[in-house]
């Protein structure tokens, strides 16, 4: 079984700011990586796929990198709706998440 | 429009069941693989199981043996049956929809509003 690690667990930045968020998986997966974002009460939102392919209607700030075995989100410019938790997922196993609050 | 809408939840008795249901509209769940992902309040998302084309299923083996995945291709709807639930079942449950590119990479890229099911006596 894959297990897919998170970091941070919590990660704090300015609006306006980078941010970055990394997905590590136990065994390589290749490119079959994908980003979610959810927002309290709602839904997960898919952000990434192909570890770098954004998702329809996904704004250009969000782009994915990484294959094997080592992944990254990155938000280049924080706007305040992007404060959330972002999960990676693999199949059937999602990391445990890392919360972007704002600084 | 694409869309998932879930339905059935509520409070359930430990050994009880439950029958949840997931309607879809604008594509044809037949033609998908669909899956029901958990969240237990609180934590982080889990895969529970998947229904694929042929009529395949898998699941968690937190569930295996319990929970049953279907679908009425006559209704265009996703269903999961729960029986023998426990304290720990207690969750938000999602239907999802997966999406496949040409390199065999995957993803839910739709998504329906949750439905909460809460086991306890």
């Known amino acids: 079984e894959i297990v897919m690690t998170q970091s941070p667990a919590t990660l704090s930045v300015s609006p306006g700011e980078r941010a970055t968020l990394s997905c590590r998986a136990s065994?390589?997966?290749?490119?079959?990586l994908a980003w979610y974002q959810q927002k309290p009460g709602q839904a997960p939102r898919l952000l990434i796929y192909?570890?770098?392919t954004r998702a329809t209607g996904i704004p250009a700030r969000f782009s994915g990198s990484g294959s094997g075995t080592e992944f990254t989100l990155t938000i280049s410019s924080l706007q305040s709706e992007d404060f959330a938790v972002y999960y990676c997922?693999?199949?059937?196993?999602f990391g445990q998440g890392t919360k972007l609050e704002i600084k | 429009e694409v869309q998932l809408v879930e339905s059935g939840g509520g409070l359930i008795q430990p050994g009880g069941s439950l029958r949840l249901s997931c309607a879809a509209s604008?594509?044809?769940?037949?033609?998908?693989?669909m899956s029901w992902v958990r969240q237990a309040p609180g934590k982080g998302l889990e895969w529970v199981s998947i229904?694929?084309?042929?009529?395949?299923?898998y699941y968690a083996d937190s569930v295996k043996g319990r929970f049953t995945i279907s679908r009425d291709n006559s209704k265009n709807t996703l269903y999961f049956q729960m029986n023998s639930p426990r304290a720990e079942d207690t969750a938000v449950y999602y239907c999802?929809?997966?999406?496949?590119?040409?390199?065999?990479?995957?993803?839910?890229?739709?998504w329906g509003q949750g439905t909460m099911v809460t086991v306890s006596s």
């Open positions: 999802a929809r997966s999406l496949y590119d040409s390199s065999g990479n995957d993803a839910f890229d739709v």
């Open positions: 604008g594509f044809t769940v037949s033609s998908n693989y």
């Open positions: 229904i694929y084309g042929d009529g395949s299923t």
């Open positions: 065994q390589s997966v290749r490119s079959n």
């Open positions: 192909g570890a770098s």
């Open positions: 997922q693999q199949r059937g196993t």
